[in-house]
């Protein structure tokens, strides 16, 4: 088996083995699922922590709101009402008004903090350095322990516009977000090694020989569309200009 190094630029992502046999269209796809499954656990840890300590997400239209606007408005959270925590809720106020304050009690904040603690160690860049490669299905089982966990404490689920039920319901909007700026498309994705991409109508071996002990480091980026390069040519001849005054 081939063992791979990913990187983003030159930021270590995670180890990936492959037959040399390999068909690089499916290694491309399984790549990018994996590094894309990564960021989607990052992104629901982050959301996790933030429902362990002050519960679940207000509706758009109360998010940002003092209590007296809520009022004046005549404004209900009614999802609030319906999605209690297992053993009853803490209040704890979202400072950032994002969430409605009513937290888990201490063991369920414990069953979420504990899961997420573990979900983050299933895809951590440390397992660059401890030689353990990261599979499809490991990203997944990260997944479902963090949807089991939030069912455990949230029996009768989320609001529909949690951001948590949204990532497990693949319905997550990153438009316009730093986060969606890290996600590559599996369908633009390209893999480069030695200075050349790996393309996807070739074999792994094609490119690394039929040693099946060799280690690589690829990256992997986003296919440079017309709409991006042109973009980046008319920033690069607006700060050429700045320079030149």
Not at 131 to 139: G, P
């Amino acid at each position: 088996m081939v063992l791979l190094h990913v990187k983003r630029g030159d930021e270590s992502q995670f180890l990936l083995q492959a037959p040399g046999s390999t068909e690089l269209e499916e290694l491309t796809v399984q790549v990018a699922r994996v590094y894309n499954g990564r960021l989607k656990v990052q992104r629901l840890c982050s959301e996790m922590e933030e429902l362990a300590e002050h519960g679940i997400f207000l509706p758009p239209n109360m998010q940002g709101l003092t209590d007296d606007q809520i009022e004046e408005l005549k404004l209900k959270d009614e999802w609030g009402e319906k999605c209690i925590p297992s053993g009853g809720s803490v209040f704890k106020k979202d400072d950032i008004g994002r969430r409605n304050g009513q937290a888990p009690n201490e063991k369920m904040k414990q069953v979420l903090k504990k899961t997420i603690e573990e979900a983050k160690a299933i895809i951590s860049k440390k397992q660059v350095e401890a030689s353990v490669c990261v599979t499809v299905e490991m990203v997944k089982d990260a997944l479902d322990q963090l949807r089991g966990a939030v069912m455990i404490v949230y029996p009768m689920g989320l609001p529909p516009y949690d951001p948590i039920r949204m990532e497990f319901e693949n319905k997550e909007d990153l438009s316009g977000t730093q986060a969606g700026l890290s996600v590559i498309k599996e369908s633009q994705a390209q893999l480069w090694w030695a200075a050349k991409e790996l393309r996807r109508t070739k074999k792994l071996a094609d490119y690394v020989g039929k040693n099946e002990k060799t280690k690589i480091i690829v990256k992997i980026q986003q296919v440079r569309t017309w709409f991006n390069m042109s973009v980046f040519f008319v920033i690069c001849l607006q700060t050429d200009k700045n320079l030149q005054r």
